[in-house]
């Protein structure tokens, strides 16, 4: 489409005031050669080419400016018209249509009857000029169209771009009127736009800030302030930049973000590589696999989990493969340890706090863990330690889905999913007053008992490869593995702690072996004690053992016994005969 044609309408209406005005015929081509106004027989040839041989598109090719046509069809310039000798036009003058140097059309006045073309002979120069004029005013208007039409792209750019933010976007104008918002901000306001628009922000959002001395193009600092409505509560930080125009405030923009969807953000980058699958947990033997398989079945859902199990069998590494297995997995795993935390500490760090509610407290209020957790998972360790007064508040939560900072009487929804561990009996706690028995019946839905280590079979053979593996390459050691003295010991070992209790031991013995096999004498010393039975053992038992230890230490391979026997004493063929009389292999 030429540039003409684009404000078609506005040059038709030249066309037909210029004609009302002078009495003369207009028509107006473009420069693809099409009439795009006119008026008299013109007007019906609208949209339509011009003759190819015609005297206007000679004239546009050969850059001619000004045309006079005294005698239309009978002048040079007409030769190769199909109408010369027999032309309709009586007289015609012709100008260009310029815009950047550049031709963009035609605009003649043409006389078709007697009348004009005496007002054209008496008056060509004066019309001439005229016409300049009138094709200087058609190239404005199609610059401002194009102007106007850039503009617009670029608005509706701005406002696409703008709308597609993760953060609400406010204009207001030089008086703090709304002339602009974006779906963020209405969203979170819970308003349409036309309600928005024409508001004075400070009524929108009583008290924020438009001192424009406050401005803050050099650096960015962020406020804070709460929204609230009948039917929404919103805490928002901004910031807002002037928009100057010749040392002259003409409009400011203010930036908003949810509080609670930074905060979250904040813990989903920073939990990111803190989430546990189930195939993760390490554990072959099969009742354990039973119990993974059970806990997976109901993490998909939302039901409020209590793990129960003994310290150090892994509560929280169960917590957080519930969670990265849920449809929350994609939002804060937030874990807090009710036993770490002074009690006089523990409500303002699970349900926040306002700013100035106690002496000491921060000047900007602490959103707790709660809040935080919103659309995930928090995961309450060691429950046992919730003091009474807090368990009536938690369970508030359970069956509201509501919290109060302290130093406040407003409730703010959140939507979370509870997952809480003890190692305690919180039912005998419950008979001795000691835990509320509401509350227990509410964390108590989906009770998972986590077994113990030393119910685990193999399971502590193949753990203890796994953290060896884990430790050689962390200290850079050449390990293979435990002695067969070692691991008779880890079999019958207690592990009152364990989990931790195993990777400590192994993390340890590591650190002390300096042979290819963990040897019991480099275990912690709580695990070298050995029961006195008051018997004495055979001369045979003795070598059978000392045997078995330095072959432990130095390997079973050909170039292991090799080394045995030197350390032992005797030679490669001794410790061959002992090897078959012993039935060591």
């Known amino acids: 489409m030429s540039r003409l044609s684009e404000i078609r309408d506005v040059v038709q209406k030249f066309a037909e005031v210029s004609k009302s005005a002078l009495k003369l015929d207009v028509e107006v081509v473009d420069n693809e050669m099409t009439w795009v106004a006119g008026t008299g027989r013109i007007k019906k040839l609208i949209g339509q080419k011009i003759l190819e041989q015609g ?98 792209i670029n608005s509706k750019l701005v406002n696409t771009v703008i709308d597609t933010l993760d953060k609400g976007i406010v204009i207001v104008n030089k008086d703090g009127v709304v002339a602009d918002v974006n779906n963020f ?43 609230k409505s009948e039917n929404k509560s919103t805490d928002f930080i901004y910031s807002w930049k002037n928009v100057t125009v010749e040392d002259y405030i003409s409009a400011a923009v203010y930036m908003f973000e949810d509080i609670k969807d930074t905060t979250r953000l904040a813990y989903e980058l920073s939990e990111k590589n803190s989430q546990i699958g189930f195939n993760e947990i390490i554990g072959e033997d099969p009742s354990f696999i039973e119990f993974k398989n059970k806990v997976s079945s109901i993490a998909v859902n939302d039901s409020t989990v209590m793990l129960i ?23 804060p795993f937030v874990a807090i340890n009710c036993g770490a935390i002074p009690e006089t500490l523990i409500e303002s760090e699970l349900f926040g706090y306002e700013k100035g509610s106690f002496t000491g407290a921060s000047t900007t209020g602490k959103k707790g863990k709660f809040y935080i957790a919103d659309k995930g998972t928090i995961f309450l360790d060691e429950i046992e330690n919730m003091p009474l007064y807090l368990q009536i508040k938690l369970l508030r939560v359970l069956e509201t889905r509501e919290i109060e900072r302290v130093g406040s009487s407003r409730s703010i929804p959140v939507d979370i999913r509870i997952i809480a561990a003890t190692n305690m009996r919180i039912d005998e706690m419950v008979e001795t007053g000691q835990f509320r028995e509401d509350l227990f019946h509410r964390l108590n839905v989906v009770s998972l008992f986590i077994p113990p280590l030393r119910e685990r079979g193999n399971d502590i053979l193949v753990l203890s490869d796994y953290f060896i593996d884990k430790f050689k390459k962390k ?111």
């Open 55 to 152: 005297v206007i598109r000679k004239c546009m090719l050969e850059n001619k400016k000004d045309i006079i046509l005294d005698s239309p069809g009978n002048q040079p310039e007409c030769m190769n018209c199909p109408h010369y000798r027999n032309c309709n036009y009586g007289k015609a003058v012709y100008t260009v249509i310029e815009l950047e140097d550049e031709v963009v059309g035609i605009i003649g006045f043409v006389a078709m009857t007697t009348v004009q073309e005496g007002l054209l002979t008496n008056n060509k120069e004066p019309m001439l000029e005229f016409l300049k004029k009138i094709a200087n005013l058609i190239s404005t208007k199609v610059m401002e169209h194009e102007i106007i039409s850039r503009i617009t």
């Open 475 to 585: 200290f850079n050691k050449n390990i293979e593995g435990l002695s067969n003295e070692v691991r008779e010991t880890f079999m019958e070992y207690s592990w009152k702690g364990n989990i931790r209790e195993l990777q400590n031991a192994i993390e340890y013995a590591v650190n002390m072996e300096n042979s290819l096999y963990i040897q019991k004498e480099n275990l912690p010393f709580q695990m070298k004690k050995v029961e006195e039975s008051g018997e004495f053992k055979t001369l045979d038992e003795m070598e059978k053992e000392h045997i078995k230890k330095a072959l432990d230490r130095y390997g079973w391979s050909e170039n292991g016994r090799i080394k045995a026997a030197k350390m032992l004493g005797i030679s490669r063929a001794t410790i061959y005969r002992r090897l078959s009389k012993y039935e060591l292999q």
């Open 185 to 227: 901000m209405l969203k979170r306001l819970d308003m349409d736009k036309d309600d928005v628009t024409g508001m004075k922000i400070s009524d929108l959002l009583p008290g924020i800030s438009t001192d424009p001395e406050e401005d803050h193009q050099d650096r960015v600092k962020y406020k804070e302030i709460n929204f």
């Open 309 to 331: 199990g003994e310290t150090g069998t892994g509560k929280e590494l169960f917590a957080r493969a519930i969670h990265s297995l849920s449809n929350r997995k994609d939002k």
